[in-house]
């Protein structure tokens, strides 16, 4: 009889711990992924804007440093805190079980998805000669 109480604990421990294993291995990142996934695009492609804008300020007050220069500069200083957002949120999903790999497609998903907003960046900023 004692033999099968143990047995049946064995068990009951067994399950437990494949429970727990399958919770964080696979329902854990994807219940993550479905709550942050969209957040994370927005701010992975809006935190590459601000970082885009930020260099263009600098490079700016470089080459001429005027008070609009310097302004545009602390403004696109300012827009460093979307990055922080991004930041963080990217480190709660890899925390949760996301990989480099997944974060990486949801960034490819991002730039997807705002193919048009890209055209007309890039429209806006090319160089015309």
Request: proline residues 1%.
């Amino acid at each position: 009889m004692l033999k099968y109480k143990i047995f049946i604990a064995v068990n009951i421990i067994s399950c437990l711990i494949i429970l727990a294993i399958g919770y964080k291995e696979l329902i854990r990142p994807k219940v993550t992924e479905l709550i942050f996934a969209n957040e994370y695009k927005q701010l992975m492609f809006k935190c590459d804007n601000v970082m885009r804008d930020h260099m263009i300020a600098k490079n700016r007050v470089i080459k001429e440093k005027t008070m609009e220069s310097i302004k545009l500069l602390e403004n696109a200083n300012i827009g460093l805190i979307t990055c922080n957002e991004y930041d963080l949120l990217r480190k709660k999903m890899l925390i949760n079980g996301l990989s480099e790999d997944d974060l990486a497609l949801l960034g490819l998903e991002a730039i997807e998805e705002n193919n048009s907003e890209l055209i007309k960046f890039a429209e806006t900023h090319e160089f015309k000669y």
